[in-house]
C-alpha cells in the first residue's frame, strides 16, 4: 500500500477557481460582438431611412446623414472583424439600393459575391435574385441556379420559395414537381415559424 503523501499528489485538491471559469463553451468573440454592434447601428439607421423614405425624394438631403451613419456602422463593422458575412452584404445592400455618397455598384457588387462565397445565405439569396434578372449579354441562370441552391442548403425561405418556383415552372431546370413541393412545404415552415 503506497503511503498516503503519494497518494495526496495524485488526489485532486479542490480547487479555489469557479468550475465556470474555464468553460469549454466558445462565446462570442470580442471582436464579432463590436462588429454586431456596429452592424445594429447601421441597420437602426437604415431602418430609420425606410421609415422616411416614402414621405421624401430618393436623393433627399435630410436622408444623407442617416445614409452616411450606416455606411460608416457598416465600415466600422468590417474594420473591427473582417470575416463578418452580415457587414459586408449590409454594405452591399446600401451601395445598391440607397442613393448613399459615394456609392458605387462595382463595390457593391464584389462585396455580395464575397458574402456570398463566404456562406452568408442572405447574400446567396440577394446574388441568386441579382444574377436571374434578364440581361441578355450574360448568361447567369447557372450561377443564380448556385447560388440559390446554396441558400437552400441553409434553408432561407425567400430561396426555397424562388427555387420551388423555378423547379414548377422548369426555368433554367428540369421541371420537378417533387422538389417544387419539398421547397415550398420548407418554405411553408419556416414562415409559420416567423410568423
Known sequence: ?????????????????????????RGLHSRNKKAMEFIAKGWNALKEVDRVIDYCELNDRRLIPLLNKAKENFELALEADNTNTHARYWLSRLHMKYHVPGANKAVAAALLVEAADMGDADAQYALGCHLRVENDDVHSDQQAFYYLEKAVDQLHPDALYLLGAVYLTGDCVKKDIASALWCFHRASEKFALAL
Open 1 to 25: 500500500m503506497l503511503p498516503r503523501a503519494l497518494l495526496a499528489k495524485f488526489i485532486p485538491k479542490p480547487s479555489t477557481f469557479s468550475r465556470f471559469q474555464f468553460s469549454q463553451q
